[in-house]
């Protein structure tokens, strides 16, 4: 487990990996790419559900 703050922001940000080897997967990158990885999903979600022109159909289950 890696926790580490966002600058700015007063939460912990805990982050749980199978990546045991901290040589070679070092936390710091670790933690950058956690968050470029939810920016990603983040601006993927804004076009699939608010930028398309269209209604959009969600499962009720």
Do not use: C, F, N
Not at 15 to 28: F, G, N, Q, R, V
Not at 40 to 54: A, C, N, P
């Amino acid at each position: 487990m890696i926790e580490y703050r966002v600058d700015g922001q007063p939460d912990i940000v805990r982050l749980i990996t199978s990546l045991t080897d901290h040589e070679k997967y070092p936390a710091a990158e670790l933690a950058a790419l956690y968050a470029r990885r939810w920016e990603t999903e983040s601006v993927s979600d804004e076009i699939k559900t608010h930028q398309r022109g269209r209604p959009v159909l969600r499962s009720q289950t």
